[in-house]
């Protein structure tokens, strides 16, 4: 079983920046693709940015330019920095890791943690 903890929300201004961070329970990464996914009150959730196992990484079109997502393999941390940030990145960010399993691909879930943005 997977467990993925994040940290790093907060209360940020207009024009900030924030980096989250998204602990794996272990050395999962060459097995999964890693991402992290908002959701804001009302809205559905989505995807933000995504690496794979092999480091290639895309983007929500919202967030080019502005977000960076990278991993630490020898730390087991997945991180989203982000900069620039807008009112409209207000939501709970969550990390989520899929991963190959004997019966295809299972979905892993952090808690979740606010970022506001906000002056």
């Known amino acids: 079983q997977v467990q993925l903890v994040e940290s790093g929300g907060g209360l940020v201004q207009p024009g900030g920046s924030l980096r989250l961070s998204c602990a794996a329970s272990?050395?999962?990464?060459?097995?999964?693709?890693m991402g992290w996914y908002r959701q804001a009150p009302g809205k559905q959730r989505e995807l933000v940015a995504r690496?794979?196992?092999?480091?290639?990484?895309i983007y929500a079109d919202s967030v080019k330019g502005r977000f960076t997502i990278s991993k630490d393999n020898t730390k087991n941390t997945v991180y989203l920095q982000m900069n620039s940030l807008k009112p409209d990145d207000t939501a709970v960010y969550y990390c989520?890791?899929?991963?190959?399993?004997?019966?295809?691909?299972?979905?892993?879930w952090g808690q979740g943690t606010q970022v506001t943005v906000s002056s």
């Open positions: 690496i794979t196992s092999g480091r290639n990484t």
């Open positions: 272990g050395s999962i990464f060459s097995i999964c693709t």
């Open positions: 989520n890791g899929n991963c190959l399993s004997p019966y295809g691909r299972d979905d892993y």
